[in-house]
């Protein structure tokens, strides 16, 4: 990732000059320098040498759009869905999947380099998969109109204008079928899809969810209102046409906002939860639950989080962020005690439903921000011998960072999200007497620009 330029900024709007692109940002932009001024271009690669055209820039970095190619790398591939270059849902098809992983590797090597300060860590080889494509077991698909017809897609790159799209090559397969049928039956029955910005219409979002284990489907209709025209021969065209369909599931959010669901939720048909299963432990998942998008790479990812933790069996583990109790409940069949914390009360609920549906009774679970509850249970005498974290994207509150340095765990494992924030929080634990022995890119999200990773820190 490029550095801050200081100083006059050698281009100018309209300018188009050759470049040869020396990285990837964390978005899958190219990254070229003229004069060690960054210039950030979509769809370009590095090796590449190119032509390209200024069109924004500010005093730090610029923007270009890529013009011409004298020089393409041998890692570039031909993307092979047809609306790749509108859509905004991956960045990285236009790169291999062996470049793909190497590059997630390399970001993450350099962001604890340059914000971790932290270049001798061991970072492995990102763990990919065998078959990157239809992992998505979950679709969020936005409704609209064009051309007087209903479309249903994608968001196109920085905007809400719908790319209308038949399938997705990274979702699951009943996704594109649900999704055909839901826009053909409404366009039959002239079911309106919602205008955000008249804040009119009836239907707004379709949210297909999947177990892989399972086979279910539940199929989530967001509608802007209670009373939806035709619902009912909507819900009886999905039961005839889905195979596994267990759930029909309707939210109602009336809000003028981009959250996709709202807080009146009801079951139109079928079951309230589906089931899927990451290794040997079983999950219930509501229309509403937090549960990894990408299944396979997940059980990869809590086994490696697991095999960090180095449990014996004697253990007491606190999971902060700990969601719906999925790495809880993995740690829980090698530790003695495991409790875990969550903001999200319905989540805490769900975990607690998931540790009684696999009969594991050393797991506790308490609704609350971590950094307020973990200091609590510090207080109250409660001891943790390894600390497993999983923060959102902000990465870890300072305050939950400081009760880590105070309870001083043996361990801490760190799943993360987001490498910039892994770096910044690994750089404070090792200024508190931690060191940082190896961390693993795990890709959950293949074809785009997002990268996890698991690290593990020894006091």
């Known amino acids: 990732m490029a550095k801050k330029h200081e100083g006059v900024i050698p281009v100018k709007k309209n300018d188009v000059l050759q470049v040869t692109i020396e990285d990837l940002t964390h978005e899958g932009h190219g990254v070229g320098k003229v004069e060690g001024y960054p210039l950030f271009i979509p769809n370009a690669l590095p090796g590449e040498a190119i032509d390209v055209k200024v069109v924004k820039t500010t005093k730090n970095y610029g923007f270009g759009r890529l013009m011409e190619w004298h020089e393409k790398s041998p890692d570039r591939v031909e993307p092979p869905c047809p609306v790749y270059d509108r859509c905004g849902g991956c960045q990285l098809q236009h790169l291999s999947y062996e470049g793909q992983l190497k590059a997630k590797q390399k970001q993450v090597q350099e962001v604890l380099a340059r914000i971790g300060k932290l270049p001798h860590v061991p970072v492995h080889p990102t763990i990919g998969m065998e078959e990157p494509w239809r992992y998505r077991n979950k679709s969020q698909v936005p409704i609209g109109r064009s051309d007087g017809r209903v479309i249903s897609g994608f968001y196109a790159k ?7 799209v038949n399938q997705c090559i990274i979702q699951e397969q009943v996704s594109d079928q649900v ?8 366009n039959e029955l002239g079911i309106q899809p919602y205008d955000e910005l ?7 979002h379709v949210v297909i969810r999947y177990g892989r284990t399972s086979g279910e489907v539940m199929v989530v209709l967001v509608t802007r209102s209670n009373h939806v025209p035709h619902l009912s021969e909507l819900v009886d065209m999905l039961k005839e046409n889905i195979k596994g369909l267990t759930s029909i599931v309707h939210n109602v959010n009336n809000q003028k906002t981009n959250v996709i669901m709202g807080d009146q939720t009801t079951v139109l048909w079928g079951r ?30 809590y086994q490696t989080a697991l095999e960090y933790a180095e449990l014996t069996g004697e253990e007491s583990v606190v ?13 829980a069949q090698k530790a003695k005690k495991v409790y875990g ?10 975990a607690k439903i998931n540790a009684e549906l696999n009969g594991i009774d050393n797991a506790e679970f308490e609704a609350g921000p971590a950094e307020v509850v973990i200091p609590r249970w510090h207080k109250e005498g409660k001891k943790a011998d390894v600390i497993v974290v999983d923060p959102p994207r902000k990465g870890c509150d300072e305050a939950l960072l400081t009760t880590i340095l105070e309870m001083k765990p043996k361990r801490v494992v760190y799943v ?5 924030t892994l770096a910044r929080d690994l750089r404070v634990l090792e200024d508190g007497g931690y060191q940082t022995k190896k961390v693993q890119p795990v890709d959950m999200f293949p074809q785009t620009s997002h990268v996890e990773a698991v690290a593990v820190l020894e006091l």
Do not use: W
């Open 158 to 164: 920085r905007s809400h204008e719908i790319v209308d």
């Open 198 to 204: 008249r804040h009119k219409g009836v239907l707004r």
């Open 179 to 186: 999704m055909q049928l839901v826009k053909e039956k409404a």
């Open 319 to 331: 999971d902060a962020y700990c969601g719906i109790g999925t790495i809880s409940l993995f740690l």
């Open 341 to 350: 914390v969550e903001i999200v009360e319905q989540a805490i609920e769900d």
């Open 416 to 420: 993360s999200c987001n490498p910039g």
């Open 272 to 301: 309230e939860v589906i089931y899927d299963s990451i290794g040997n432990i079983q999950f219930a998942i509501s229309a509403r639950s937090f549960y990894q998008i990408n299944p396979v790479q997940t059980e990869v990812l």
